[in-house]
């Protein structure tokens, strides 16, 4: 089973930066796919970016394309989004979550292991 911890949230201007990232523990990381995924009050749960096992294959959410960058390490276990230009309709708290073995998906029911998410504000 994989376990996985957001870091990286906060409160930033319109037209700032960001930089998440996603701590995993367990085995077998990298036979994951690692999506990002965020809520904001009163929504659905959206996909907003995936990055396959091997970091060969990465997909954006069409609102966040040209803004976002995901990444991942598989030696040291981390899956990174650096988020810039952000807006304030980037608000929402944001999930990292684990699909083993399988490609990337924005289905958030494709995916089984998720964290405990982590805030992000964008307003002046």
């Known amino acids: 089973q994989l376990q996985l911890v957001e870091s990286g949230g906060g409160l930033v201007q319109p037209g700032g930066s960001l930089k998440l990232s996603c701590a995993a523990s367990?085995?077998?990381?990298?036979?994951?796919?690692i999506g990002w995924f965020r809520q904001a009050p009163g929504k659905e749960r959206e996909g907003v970016s995936c990055?396959?096992?091997?970091?060969?294959?990465?997909n954006y959410q069409d609102s966040v394309k040209g803004r976002f960058t995901v990444s991942r390490d598989n030696a040291k276990k981390l899956v990174y989004l650096q988020m810039n230009s952000l807006k304030p309709e980037d608000t929402a708290v944001y999930y990292c979550?684990?699909?083993?073995?399988?490609?990337?998906?924005?289905?958030?029911?494709?995916?089984?292991?998720w964290g405990q998410g982590t805030q992000v504000t964008v307003s002046s």
């Open positions: 367990g085995t077998a990381f990298a036979t994951y796919s």
């Open positions: 990055i396959t096992l091997s970091g060969g294959s990465t």
């Open positions: 979550a684990g699909r083993r073995l399988s490609l990337c998906s924005s289905y958030a029911a494709h995916f089984g292991s």
